[in-house]
Structures are given as C-alpha cells and as structure tokens.
T-cell receptor, first 113, second 117 residues
Framework: AQSVTQLDSHVSVSEGTPVLLRCNYS??????LFWYVQHPNKGLQLLLK??????LVKGINGFEAEFKKSETSFHLTKPSAHMSDAAEYFC???????????FGGGTRVLVKP | GAGVSQSPRYKVAKRGQDVALRCDPI?????LFWYQQALGQGPEFLTY????????KSGLPSDRFFAERPEGSVSTLKIQRTQQEDSAVYLC???????????????FGSGTRLTVV
C-alpha cells in the first residue's frame, strides 16, 4: 500500500522569497516519487522525479526536492518564487514494482507581488 | 501526436445520461491510465491498460464505469446513468514503459471536465 500526505493545503509567499512545499509518503516498496504542477485549466506537468538515484533531485524552473528515507519525506523547494509559480502542486508516489500513481491532496501556492 | 489528447474538453450531461470520454495517447505508448480529479482534490486512480489489456480496474467507483482500449491505442471511458457525484475532471495519462518500468515518464492530457446536472 502507498499513500502521500501534503502537509499544507495552501502556501502564500512573496515574490523573490523561498518556497517550501512539504510531502510525506508511505510505501511498502522502494518508492519512486514525483512532483507535478497544475496551472488553472491546464494539464499536469512534471517538475521532477526521484527513482533511487541521487537523493537531491533538480527539476525544471529552479525547483528541487530532497528524498529523505529516514523521514519518509520528499519536500519541494525553490530559492526564489516567481509570479508564474502560482499553481497547484502535487506530490506523487509510485511503487517500484508497479505503475499506479498515488497523488497527495495538493498544495495551492499563492505568490504575492 | 506530440501529446496526450482528450476529448471533449468539456461535457455537460443530464443526470441519468450515458457519456463517453476519449483519450488519444502518445503514439507507441504501452501504458494508459485514467484518473478522476474531483474539485479541490488530487487525482485518483481509476484504471490501467498495458496495450489492450486492462490490468487494473480497482479504482473504478462502480459498475457504471467502464473503460476499453480495444486496439492498444485510443481509449474510451464510459459512464452509464451519470450521477451528480460523477462530476469531476477525468485525466488520461500514457507512458512508454509497461508495468514495472517505472523510470519511464508519464504524460498527462488536459482532461475532460464532466458536469452532471
């Protein structure tokens, strides 16, 4: 069984300040972990993925995430928020032995000018 | 095509009506998934195809939901006798790899927004 908990349903940041989106997972197998972004009325876009290689994963648009097995966490960060980062973000887990993706509840990011 | 295409983009159905939602995956992609995303929530798994075989339908909420992929490419999700709780965005995703090949990426379509009135 696998599950994902995104600890914040909403995050508000000022433009130019750091962003932190928290994610904890549970998985019976060695997990693959993903972060997706969803802009209004648009499809899900992959930001980055962890598949048992380097624990610090760099993604698109300046985002990165660190896999911490001891904490079962996969938090997403960005050093400096941009207005275009305002969107919904989903942490996703998948079992290494299967394909089904399990999504967290999402974190809506608001960026203030 | 270059991406996963879903149609229609929007669908309004009267309660009790049957609907059919179409997904055109990326050419050559082996795996195809359907997800349901209710308003304000994350997508939830409905069903999975590897080529034409439906390997997992554990997420289908009731026997009113039926999916097929007869030739291993285009897929259709059918909902019979729609109910208001079926209102959601239905997402399709495809992947080059088959089951177990987790390192292949997933490409999502823009979804079909179903509203049952």
């Amino acid at each position: 069984a696998q599950s994902v908990t995104q600890l914040d349903s909403h995050v508000s940041v000022s433009e130019g300040t750091p962003v932190l989106l928290r994610c904890n997972y549970s998985s019976s197998y060695s997990p693959s972990l993903f972060w997706y972004v969803q802009h209004p009325n648009k499809g899900l876009q992959l930001l980055l993925k962890y598949t048992s290689a380097a624990t610090l994963v760099k993604g698109i648009n300046g985002f990165e995430a660190e896999f911490k097995k001891s904490e079962t966490s996969f938090h997403l960060t960005k050093p400096s928020a941009h207005m275009s980062d305002a969107a919904e973000y989903f942490c996703v887990v998948s079992q290494a032995a299967g394909n089904k993706l399990t999504f967290g509840g999402g974190t809506r990011v608001l960026v203030k000018p | 095509g270059a991406g996963v295409s879903q149609s229609p983009r929007y669908k309004v159905a009267k309660r009790g009506q049957d609907v059919a939602l179409r997904c055109d995956p990326i050419s050559g992609h082996v795996s195809l998934f359907w997800y349901q995303q209710a308003l304000g929530q994350g997508p939830e798994f409905l069903t999975y195809f590897q080529n034409e075989a439906q390997l997992d339908k554990s997420g289908l909420p009731s026997d009113r939901f039926f999916a097929e992929r007869p030739e291993g490419s285009v897929s259709t999700l059918k909902i019979q006798r729609t109910q208001q709780e079926d209102s959601a965005v239905y997402l399709c995703a495809s992947s080059l790899g088959g089951q177990g090949k987790i390192n292949y990426g997933y490409t999502f379509g823009s979804g079909t927004r179903l509203t049952v009135v």
